[in-house]
């Protein structure tokens, strides 16, 4: 009989022990995550950094977002510091998941606006974070008015 309760406790422990380490790793991924995803947001904040400059003439550039910020951006124009790509590329917008890893976004966007930014705008040129190796980005310290965005484009998924 003991020997049976001995047993049965080992099986038990045993089994507990196989169940806490799968729940232990996805705990260490996800702590993982998180402190990448703040390195990352103190080295765009670093990139921030760069002098403003007004833009010689007018630039036409993209900014990839999910569809409820469009809309908004729509109403209220795009908020100060928001990202957007350095050019505008001709042709089909790239896929979703295209976009979330050229640009190095954390998430995958639904939509792509085309921004058309007057002479003069003050913008921001640097690196984009976490993105492919060359690829850059705008950002600017003013709103850029509703009436810049021209064009929403759905993404594929």
């Known amino acids: ?30 702590a993982s995550r998180r402190a990448m995803r703040a ?8 990139r921030h950094r760069v002098p403003v400059r007004p833009l010689p003439q007018p630039r036409t550039v993209h900014r990839y977002t999910t569809m409820t910020r469009a809309q908004g951006e729509l109403r209220h124009g795009i908020a100060p510091g928001s990202h957007m790509t350095a050019l505008a590329r001709r042709g089909r917008p790239m896929s979703a998941q295209q976009a979330k ?27 984009a974070t976490n993105a492919a190796r060359g690829v850059r980005e705008l950002t600017s310290p003013k709103r850029v008015p509703p009436e810049a965005i021209k064009r929403v484009v759905v993404l594929r998924k």
Do not use: N
């Not at 009989?1 to 045993?14: D, E, F, K, Y």
């Not at 169940?19 to 260490?28: E, G, I, V």
């Not at 966007?109 to 007057?118: A, D, G, N, Y």
């Open 1 to 30: 009989m003991r020997r049976l309760l001995a047993i049965l406790i080992a099986a038990c422990l045993l089994a507990e022990l196989t169940w806490a380490a799968p729940l232990s790793r996805a705990a260490a991924r996800a």
């Open 39 to 46: 390195r990352l947001l103190k080295l765009d904040a670093l």
């Open 101 to 127: 890893q050229y640009y190095g976004l954390f998430r995958k966007p639904t939509v792509r606006e085309t921004i058309q930014l007057p002479k003069g705008f003050p913008v921001r040129h640097s690196h």
